[in-house]
């Protein structure tokens, strides 16, 4: 299993900048992924990154605003989002795939181990 730890929400204006930290231990993950959860809404993908290479895939939505990077030395994984929109208003959650040797992989069913979340919202 993968231990995983989010920092970094808050509340923030409609335009501006936040950075979510994803602090992971324990067993090695061949990707990570950023996901978030509205009000009354299914969970949903927004970004993920290999370990390894760091081949990237971005939800449309958050295409040229969000950016998904990680430290290997540290064991750090990232999610920069920039101009942010009332819309992006959510818990995200950090999690692991563990099993998927290639590729990047957007499917919540393949992210086995899960962060308990922070909360970002978006004033307009």
């Known amino acids: 299993q993968v231990q995983l730890v989010e920092s970094g929400g808050g509340l923030v204006q409609a335009g501006g900048s936040l950075r979510l930290s994803c602090a992971a231990s324990g067993r090695s993950a061949y990707v990570m992924g950023w996901f978030r959860q509205a009000p009354g809404k299914e969970r949903e993908f927004v970004a993920a990154i290999r370990w390894s290479g760091g081949s990237t895939v971005y939800a449309d939505s958050v295409k040229g605003r969000f950016t998904i990077s990680r430290d290997n030395a540290k064991n750090m994984v990232y999610l920069q989002m920039n101009s942010l929109k009332p819309e992006d208003t959510a818990v995200y959650y950090c999690?692991?795939?563990?099993?998927?040797?290639?590729?990047?992989?957007?499917?919540?069913?393949?992210?086995?181990?899960w962060g308990q979340g922070t909360q970002v919202t978006v004033s307009s």
């Open positions: 999690a692991a795939d563990l099993f998927h040797i290639f590729g990047v992989t957007s499917k919540v069913s393949d992210f086995g181990s």
